[in-house]
T-cell receptor, first 119, second 112 residues
Framework: GAVVSQHPSRVICKSGTSVKIECRSL??????MFWYRQFPKKSLMLMAT?????????EQGVEKDKFLINHASLTLSTLTVTSAHPEDSSFYIC???????????????FGPGTRLTVT | SQQGEEDPQALSIQEGENATMNCSYK?????LQWYRQNSGRGLVHLIL?????REKHSGRLRVTLDTSKKSSSLLITASRAADTASYFC????????????FGQGTRLTINP
């Protein structure tokens, strides 16, 4: 159980275009999902917290107009990188936290990541 | 912001040896977790230790936590080639918010 998927796993886009990345909890409902960014050989940086039915909370320094997050249902959150530029190339990882009481407290389940390359 | 500092940044050992990685953090925490990440992949949860615990075991893994020193260690015993990966500690400081702050990670290489 507790599987989180991301789609696509890899995407290459041209500079100036927008890219949408989906994060789905496959066998559980997630009220909260997190989006992380990871540069090569670096650690994960939290970008934003996505709560179902409400606006995402962005970390300091993350442009909310550039990284649009929509948590439309208890099993789906999307991250849209708008007007992508080469510096947005990175590995994007989402995680999901199940409904209270359903899972081990404080444990997040991570998706496999999406490799974005902007040319 | 990154809270955790991990050392060493890279560790290379022979198969069968034990591997020890350390993590330090700056603020008070509720829990500390260790994750493994294979190259280009997502994270795999290894073990969680609560702030009121000092040591925890899971198979070949042993985690210690010293809240007075704000540090934790991960020991992998009898290492295998398949243990080759990056290992990250992550802390959550806000009860209920479950925001994780990750350390810089240790790249572990197990040589056959």
């Amino acid at each position: 159980g507790a599987v989180v998927s991301q789609h696509p796993s890899r995407v290459i886009c041209k500079s100036g275009t927008s890219v949408k990345i989906e994060c789905r909890s496959l066998d559980f409902q997630a009220t909260t999902m997190f989006w992380y960014r990871q540069f090569p050989k670096k650690s994960l940086m939290l970008m934003a917290t996505s709560n179902e039915g409400s606006k995402a909370t962005y970390e300091q320094g993350v442009e909310k107009d550039k990284f649009l997050i929509n948590h439309a249902s208890l099993t789906l959150s999307t991250l849209t990188v708008t007007s992508a530029h080469p510096e947005d190339s990175s590995f994007y990882i989402c995680s999901a936290v199940g409904l209270a009481g359903a899972w081990v407290p404080y444990e997040q389940y991570f998706g496999p990541g999406t490799r974005l390359t902007v040319t | 912001s990154q809270q955790g500092e991990e050392d060493p940044q890279a560790l290379s050992i022979q198969e069968g040896e034990n591997a020890t990685m350390n993590c330090s953090y700056k603020t008070s925490i509720n829990n500390l977790q260790w994750y493994r990440q294979n190259s280009g992949r997502g994270l795999v949860h290894l073990i969680l230790i609560r702030s009121n615990e000092r040591e925890k075991h899971s198979g070949r893994l042993r985690v210690t936590l010293d809240t007075s020193k704000k540090s934790s260690s991960l020991l992998i015993t009898a290492s295998r080639a398949a243990d080759t990966a990056s290992y990250f500690c992550a802390t959550d400081a806000f009860q209920g918010a479950q925001k994780l702050v990750f350390g810089q990670g240790t790249r572990l290489t197990i040589n056959p």
